[in-house]
């Protein structure tokens, strides 16, 4: 099959289902049907999409279809692909099947690659927020890499479908998926819920909520711009980075007296840290124990504050 001839039904008419539907669309391929669960957001998205059909049934899926790109929540993808193999009306030996979840292989469509359907995983590595309207985080869909794994044909389907969708395939092997969806989620999980931290230490010193980023944005682009041109090793500065013990003793305290419930994440994130220096060689292995030493000591403070509770 070649992308030329590419004819893709989207099952599951949600953030990602719409918005890659709709990069599709735009690089010229052919989107002939969104099915979803409720005939209202498969019409919503087929619009958004440019897509010819809507139906919330599988049986209404075209014969053309010569791709389905499964976009359900992780937990649906397996009964979808079971219903979709049952579908008698599709010419599985000439349609590719893939599915959009990080934690799933392609395992999971073996219902259809058994009806000889080429199958493969295709995870979008780009956060979708569910509170965006799909038009907004349209540009952010271009240019990403997909998570795939899946049999020969598939992988080379999948560079084919990444192409046109001006992203790169990264080969994830299947026994590490689940390490490689954690990776993910801290990329951009904890990067959120480390700027919240920031949020709620501001709030301290009454920077408003609304206002964080337009105080912290330029020291947070600047050191993401510093890593991308780098390493994080080489990017990282800092008193940790300096071996300045004082100044980790210090921040620690304040943190007790004023935010004590951040104190276990911040006590983590600083452990790390002194590993990342000492690779870097930036402080002495006695250093670094010393630093690691005083975190402890404030673990077990924090540990008996959990247990007084
Ligand atoms: N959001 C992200 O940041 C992100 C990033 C990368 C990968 N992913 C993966 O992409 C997939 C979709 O995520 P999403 O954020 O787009 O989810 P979403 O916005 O919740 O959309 C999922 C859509 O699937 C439909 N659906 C649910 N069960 C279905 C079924 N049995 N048959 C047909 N349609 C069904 C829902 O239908 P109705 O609206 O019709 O009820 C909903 O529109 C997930 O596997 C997720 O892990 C998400």
Excluded: W
């Excluded at 052919?30 to 139906?55: D, K, L, N, Q």
């Amino acid at each position: 099959m070649t992308v030329r001839s590419l004819n893709v039904t989207i099952i599951g008419a949600g953030k990602v289902g719409s918005v890659l539907g709709r990069v599709l669309s735009e690089e010229g391929v052919r989107v002939v049907s969104v099915i979803s669960r409720s005939r209202s957001s498969a019409r919503r998205a087929a619009r958004f999409i440019g897509a010819e059909h809507a139906s919330d049934r599988l049986s209404s899926i075209p014969d053309s279809t010569t791709l389905v790109y499964i976009t359900t929540p992780h937990a649906a993808v397996a009964p979808v692909a079971q219903a979709l193999a049952a579908e008698d009306h599709l010419r599985f030996p000439h349609m590719a099947v893939c599915h959009a979840s990080g934690m799933l292989t392609a395992d999971v469509l073996r219902p259809v690659s058994a009806r000889g359907a080429t199958a493969f995983s295709f995870h979008p590595l780009q956060t979708f927020p569910r509170d965006f309207p799909p038009r907004k985080i349209l540009p952010s869909a271009r240019g990403i890499y997909y998570g795939v794994d899946g049999s020969a044909g598939g992988i080379r389907t999948a560079r084919a479908l990444a192409k046109r969708l001006r992203g790169h395939v990264l080969l994830v092997p299947p026994e590490l998926r689940v390490l490689y969806h954690a990776a993910c989620v801290v990329a951009s999980n904890h990067l959120t819920t480390m700027l919240a931290v920031v949020e709620q230490l501001g709030a301290r010193f009454r920077i408003q909520p609304g206002r964080t980023m337009e105080v912290f944005g330029p020291i947070v682009e600047a050191t993401l711009g510093n890593i991308r041109r780098t390493t994080p090793a080489e990017a990282l500065s800092g008193p940790v980075a300096r071996g300045g013990i004082e100044t980790l003793r210090d921040h620690l305290e304040a943190i007790r007296q004023v935010a004590p419930e951040l104190l276990p994440y911040f006590i983590q994130v600083s452990s790390e840290t002194v590993r990342l220096a000492l690779r870097k060689r930036s402080i002495s292995q006695q250093r670094a124990e010393e630093m690691q030493t005083l975190l402890s000591g404030y673990v077990d403070q924090s540990s008996e504050r959990e247990v007084q509770r």
